[in-house]
């Protein structure tokens, strides 16, 4: 069965420092990967997906995730922590068999 | 332009009563999904729509629990005699409906939260 797992329930990093989101995943297919990001308050929004092409992906407000097929990992990645980054995140996986499976989400909060 | 709207955005009903939520996609949005978050959780997949047909329901945790979009645009999910452990936020997602449907961008509203005392 397919599963995503979200590595850390909370990460809490400074304003300005990189920012690491742990999530990976078990299929015995590749699947399409995305991250969501959850404002309190407001819906979710796609901040980026991979779906087989180019494994280095972009994504809005300077956040990338990297597909490693090896490792069966879809790392979220940002240089410089914002203050406004401060929400929860999901990790989810798409896969015409298994349908669509969230990650039970990591909460990011930036130190001023 | 308008996004996906969800009401109520809070509701409050006593064990045993039926409930039922509202989802209004974007329009032109052909695929419409229903999903439970439970506290502390990620969103859970319940059922999934193109137009008025209801392609998947696998999600759907009982028979007490029923969704419908009759005219392709508006939907309803609907849950009858509610229990303690429905409580959730429900949240409604549109996309459009380029194939393959699962890998588009699903665009989603601000839930419904349903507290079931």
């Known amino acids: 069965a397919q599963s995503v797992t979200q590595l850390d329930s909370h990460v809490s990093v400074s304003e300005g420092t990189p920012v690491l989101l742990r999530c990976n995943y078990s299929s015995s297919y590749s699947p399409s990967l995305f991250w969501y990001v959850q404002h309190p308050n407001k819906g979710l929004q796609l901040l980026l997906k991979?779906?087989?092409?180019?494994?280095l992906v972009k994504g809005i407000n300077g956040f990338e995730a990297e597909f490693k097929k090896s490792e069966t990992s879809f790392h979220l990645t940002k240089p410089s922590a914002h203050m406004s980054d401060a929400a929860e995140y999901f990790c989810?996986?798409?896969?015409?068999?298994?349908?669509?499976?969230f990650g039970s989400g990591t909460r990011l909060s930036i130190r001023p | 332009g308008a996004g996906v709207s969800q009401s109520p955005r809070y509701k409050v009903a006593k064990r045993g009563q039926d409930v039922a939520l509202r989802c209004d996609p974007i329009s032109g949005h052909v695929s419409l999904f229903w999903y439970q978050q439970a506290l502390g959780q990620g969103p859970e997949f319940l059922t999934y729509f193109q137009n008025e047909a209801q392609l998947d329901k696998s999600g759907l945790p009982s028979d007490r629990f029923f969704a419908e979009r009759p005219e392709g645009s508006v939907s309803t999910l609907k849950i009858q005699r509610t229990q303690q452990e429905d409580s959730a936020v429900y949240l409604c997602?549109?996309?459009?409906?380029?194939?393959?449907?699962?890998?588009?961008?699903?665009?989603f509203g601000p839930g419904t939260r349903l507290t079931v005392t």
């Open positions: 997602a549109s996309s459009l409906a380029v194939e393959p449907v699962l890998v588009q961008e699903q665009y």
């Open positions: 991979y779906t087989s092409a180019a494994t």
């Open positions: 989810v996986a798409y896969s015409s068999a298994s349908k669509i499976i």
